[in-house]
């Protein structure tokens, strides 16, 4: 006799689901990127017309994912849209490449985000471990890999928050709903005050350059990049998809609804650092919201500011650990992954073996690189992947016109081509930008087709 598989349980209510999207997408990024975009960009209009462009893109994607999620609830996400629009292998490859390359660097990226915000409370987490030094064929310099105390800590913080999901996933969303609150409340009072009690700096700087010249566009879509790392997390909902009550209704509007609501704090947030500190302040402050809090404030205040940013870390920590999770496990319960993140915990309907081999995944991958390395291979890996998600509705709305969608994407079929179009540009200009890392990310995609080829046959073998 042949016993029931355990499933997943609808623990991610209305406010659960909104808090997803919102907390996710907040985290270490508009504290850490307006930096490197006023470096980039040069120009404080520029700025802003990135973030602007950015959300746009951003939320061209949200309205077009909201209509596969509320048609396709199913945990896996994108996995399941492009295996049904464009084929199986395609959906194969999305998870091949999230489970190995983009969702582990996302997590090590947030956690060591997490880590450089918790440095300024204790300095002694930047103290080195040890140098390595790896001379490089046909380089002036050789690598050098610098292992500091945050590696290893933030390795830990991942396997707590790991923990925490492995619990439940009602717990999960509860911690989200709270933390994301709290993390939404310090961001806005930092802009309450910051309109009440800063003054605009003095001295005066243009809003855009005096002449606009063809050397500015690769410098604008290299501050694309950190506005988009700022903007992910619209579609990370829809992987625990089948764990979200009421999908048809609460997908979309968590996916569209929060992605605008980010997009409104985002340029608030910018506009106070913009206000009390020239562009010049902004390009080479490590933490510019910190720094313009302590203009306006002190620097009493502008530590508190730094807390509220541990919190948002975590906060995003959390959910993009739950909503990860969900790729292997539908991966493996289809047979086309490792047999370790197949099943369900007995006790707390948890995906246990998706959530280890996750945590390992992202532990080993904090430990391999720094900030900024972590988040260009992330950001080329994984948009490489959104632009065939998002077409993925072309191939759907065709293969299968009677599946039934209670939520049509807004602007079809315009703004699912413009998106497709910009995630295109983005992933071909981080190439030109980053070879080495984008290669390595390239590679460790295509070599998914062999093992593909061994489970495929193992599945249809067992079918037959």
């Known amino acids: 006799m042949n016993e029931k598989r355990l499933e997943l349980v609808k623990g991610l209510g ?23 975009m006023a470096e980039a960009t040069g120009s404080v209009g520029l700025v802003f017309l990135v973030w602007i462009v950015g ?111 492995y619990l439940g996933v009602r717990l999960a969303g509860r911690l989200q709903v709270v933390l994301t609150i709290i993390k939404i409340s310090s961001i806005l009072a930092v802009v309450a005050l910051g309109f009440v009690l800063g003054k605009p700096h003095e001295g ?138 197949d099943g369900v915990h007995p006790v707390h309907h948890t995906p246990a073996g998706a959530l280890l081999f996750q945590g390992v995944m992202a532990a080993l991958m904090v430990l391999s690189g720094e900030f900024e390395d972590l988040f260009s291979l992330f950001i080329f890996a994984q948009w490489i992947f959104y632009a065939l998600t998002v077409a993925s509705v072309f191939g759907l709305r065709k293969r299968e016109p009677e599946l039934h969608r209670p939520y049509k994407a807004w602007g079809y079929p315009w703004l699912p081509a413009v998106f497709v179009l910009g995630a295109t540009a983005l992933t071909v200009n981080l190439f030109i930008q980053r070879p080495i890392r984008s290669s390595i990310g390239l590679m460790l995609i295509l070599s998914g087709l062999f093992f593909y080829r061994h489970w495929a046959k193992q599945s249809f073998s067992h079918s037959e």
Request: with cysteine; proline share 6%; net charge positive.
């Open 14 to 36: 209305a406010w659960a689901a909104m808090a997803m999207v919102v907390g996710h997408i907040i985290g270490t990024g508009i504290f850490r990127v307006p930096r490197s």
């Open 55 to 165: 959300g746009f893109l951003s939320l061209a994607g949200a309205l077009t994912v909201a209509e596969l999620g509320a048609s396709m609830p199913n945990a896996g996400g994108p996995y399941v849209y492009m295996k049904r629009g464009f084929g199986p292998v395609w959906g194969f490859l999305f998870g091949w490449m999230n489970n190995l390359v983009g969702k582990p660097a996302s997590i090590a990226t947030i956690a060591a985000g997490f880590l450089i915000f918790l440095g300024f409370f204790y300095p002694a987490t930047r103290t080195q471990i040890f140098t390595l030094t790896v001379p490089l064929p046909y380089a002036e310099k050789p690598y050098e890999f610098v292992l500091t105390w945050a590696q290893p800590l933030a390795a830990v913080a991942i396997a707590f928050i790991t923990f925490v999901n």
């Open 204 to 341: 005066v700087q243009t809003i855009f350059p005096e002449s606009l010249q063809l050397t500015m566009l690769g410098g604008f879509l290299t501050a694309m990049v950190g506005a988009l790392w700022a903007y992910d997390g619209w579609i990370d909902l829809t992987f625990a998809g089948s764990e979200v009550q009421n999908p048809q209704k609460n997908i979309p509007r968590a996916v569209v609804g929060g992605t605008i609501i980010v997009g409104v704090i985002y340029l608030l947030t910018n506009a106070i650092c913009f206000y009390v500190l020239p562009l010049k302040d902004v390009a080479k402050a490590a933490i510019p919201v910190s720094e313009a809090v302590a203009v306006f404030a002190g620097a009493n205040a502008a530590k508190w500011i730094t807390a509220a940013m541990v919190l948002s870390a975590f906060t995003t920590l959390n959910s993009s650990i739950l909503t990860g999770a969900r790729v292997p496990y539908a991966m493996a319960r289809d047979g086309v992954f490792f047999r370790v993140a």
